[in-house]
């Protein structure tokens, strides 16, 4: 029996949260740059594979239910991604431990702190009401074949989307 695909979800945000805050532990250790390089690495990959995982079957499942404020949600939703991968790309323009480096990483930060808050409490609970355990099992196999099949960002382009052509296009 596969994971609902909101507990997945879930997961993910605690991993996040937990390497930013290992991130900001690093900040002060100069001895242990290498160690945030990767750190740093390792999480803005599985960032992108979670949204792009969030983006192939989560979010199509909310954008077509027929309120409007779903669609609008999701578009909003999409954005947001865009935002934590624009800082993200930020990081990677700057040598590791660089106050511009630092800056994009706390940018990161902030995005998927506002972007996690908005989807725990205005996504993945009405979307746990209005659908069916076994759905969410459903989508929570094909959520964790996606990140298997994409880990490390594997096949992925970490490029922007655009949010209106998203949500027309998972809704027609």
């Known amino acids: 029996m596969s994971a609902d695909i909101t507990e997945l979800i879930l997961d993910d945000h605690d991993w996040f949260r937990r390497r930013f805050l290992l991130l900001a532990e690093l ?20 960032l992108e594979v979670h949204a792009s995982a969030e983006e192939q079957h989560f979010y199509p499942s909310m954008a077509r239910r027929a309120d409007d404020e779903d ?24 040598e590791v431990g660089s106050e511009d480096w630092w800056s994009a990483v706390e940018e990161c930060d902030k ?23 076994a759905f969410r099992q459903e989508l929570g196999a094909k959520f964790e074949q996606f990140k298997a099949e994409h880990a490390g ?14 949500v027309e296009a998972v809704t027609s």
Not at 72 to 94: C, L, M, N, P, V
Request: aromatic share 6%.
């Open 27 to 46: 900040r002060d250790d100069a001895s242990r740059l290498d160690e945030a390089g990767r750190v740093w690495d390792e999480l803005a990959r599985h």
């Open 71 to 94: 669609a609008s949600a999701t578009e909003d939703a999409i954005g947001d991604h865009d935002d934590i991968r624009d800082a993200s790309r930020k990081a990677f323009e700057h």
């Open 111 to 133: 995005a998927n702190n506002h972007h996690m808050s908005e989807e725990e409490s205005d996504d993945l609970e009405p979307f746990r009401r209005v659908t069916t355990l």
């Open 153 to 166: 960002g594997a096949g992925l382009d970490f490029q922007d989307k655009d949010p209106d052509a998203y």
